[in-house]
């Protein structure tokens, strides 16, 4: 589903919020059923919160837009983790290599 265009725009939505979050995309992969976003941010913004505004805010906009005629986009699960001893360049690597970069 989110391919061509859906994946353009989509991938447009998730920059908007994450400037209204104040967070800083590291790397962005958009594959056909799931995404992979690594950001940075203020560590007072709960990831929980930060997924549930990138997920709702990009759900209604595609859904509205694209007349999708779901009552959801995304599901309720996600992963998130920090990046701890794994060193950015290793993380960007593997989300380029998702998105098949």
Same mark, same amino acid.
């Given at each position: 589903?989110?391919?061509?265009?859906v994946?353009?725009?989509? =991938?447009?939505?998730?920059?908007?919020?994450?400037?209204?979050?104040?967070?800083?995309?590291?790397?962005?992969?958009?594959?056909?059923?799931?995404?992979?976003?690594?950001?940075?941010g203020? &560590?007072?913004?709960?990831?929980?919160?930060i997924? +549930? +505004? *990138?997920?709702?805010?990009?759900?209604?906009?595609?859904?509205?837009?694209?007349?999708?005629?779901? &009552?959801?986009?995304?599901?309720?699960?996600?992963f *998130?983790?920090?990046?701890?001893? *794994?060193?950015?360049? *290793?993380?960007? =690597?593997?989300i380029?290599? +998702?998105?098949?970069?």
């Amino acid at each position: 589903m989110l391919e061509g265009e859906v994946r353009t725009h989509l =991938e447009e939505l998730i920059e908007e919020k994450a400037d209204e979050l104040d967070l800083e995309i590291l790397e962005l992969a958009i594959r056909p059923d799931h995404v992979h976003l690594f950001i940075t941010g203020d &560590p007072t913004l709960a990831p929980n919160k930060i997924m +549930q +505004q *990138v997920k709702g805010y990009s759900s209604r906009r595609l859904r509205d837009e694209f007349n999708f005629g779901l &009552p959801s986009l995304w599901t309720r699960s996600y992963f *998130v983790s920090s990046a701890g001893d *794994v060193s950015s360049e *290793v993380i960007e =690597e593997y989300i380029d290599a +998702q998105a098949g970069e």
